[in-house]
């Protein structure tokens, strides 16, 4: 039983692939009985969206709240996880509108570009997780996880003028509200004590 603090590898590897993106996540779990961990993710943010008629940049935090349930029996002094869990996610974010194209309506005759910078800040969103994954311990009190998660928005602030594609700690946001994660975690626990 203790602290199990890391980091999420996957944002520090896509920021180096993709020029338009850069993003940190701090990932924390407690374990509270033999089977339920309480967790947390945390980190910020800046995605740059390019769409048909916009191109867009949102900036921001995030935390996620919730729970996991370790499926897996360990043998003795294992310490493996294959587990489900659920997420409560907030974000608070500023969408950058850079440039947009007016739609004519005509493929011959197409609008013109229009670089802008409008600016909106102090929006957020709520969103629901379910998620899967596997954590191993590799060597003593060293983990290695992976985890896919399904996302259902709840609440979401829009700019004014056009709607918000991405979200802080919620990634694209579909025409449904919906979305998907990844994550590829190493994280240390700080022993407590044993059970």
């Known amino acids: 039983y ?21 993003g940190f996540e701090l990932v924390v779990d ?7 961990y309480i967790a947390a993710e945390l980190g ?9 008629y916009t191109n867009s940049t949102a900036k921001g935090s995030f935390i996620k709240l919730g729970a996991n349930f370790n499926t897996y029996k360990n043998w003795l002094d294992m310490n493996n996880e294959i587990f489900l869990g659920f997420r409560y996610g ?26 802008t910078s409008e600016k909106t800040t102090g929006l957020n969103a709520h969103w629901t997780e379910l998620v899967l994954g596997i954590k191993a311990e590799t060597f003593k009190n060293l983990f290695i996880g992976v985890s896919f998660s399904y996302k ?5 602030e829009h700019p004014d003028n056009f709607k918000s ?11 449904t509200e919906t979305g998907f994660g990844f994550n590829y975690s190493i994280s240390y626990i700080i022993p407590f004590f044993n059970k």
Do not use: C, H, W
Request: net charge negative; charged share 20%; no cysteine.
């Open 2 to 22: 203790g602290l199990r603090i890391g980091i999420d590898i996957s944002k520090p590897i896509f920021a180096l692939i993709d020029d338009g993106y850069s």
């Open 30 to 36: 407690y374990r509270i009985s033999k089977r339920f």
């Open 44 to 52: 910020f943010e800046e995605e740059t969206t390019t769409e048909d």
């Open 90 to 115: 907030f974000s608070s974010f500023d969408q950058t509108l850079n440039s947009y194209t007016q739609n004519t309506g005509n493929i011959y005759f197409p609008g013109n570009s229009i670089t």
């Open 152 to 156: 259902i928005m709840l609440s979401l």
């Open 165 to 175: 594609l991405y979200v802080p700690g919620f990634n694209r946001v579909f025409e």
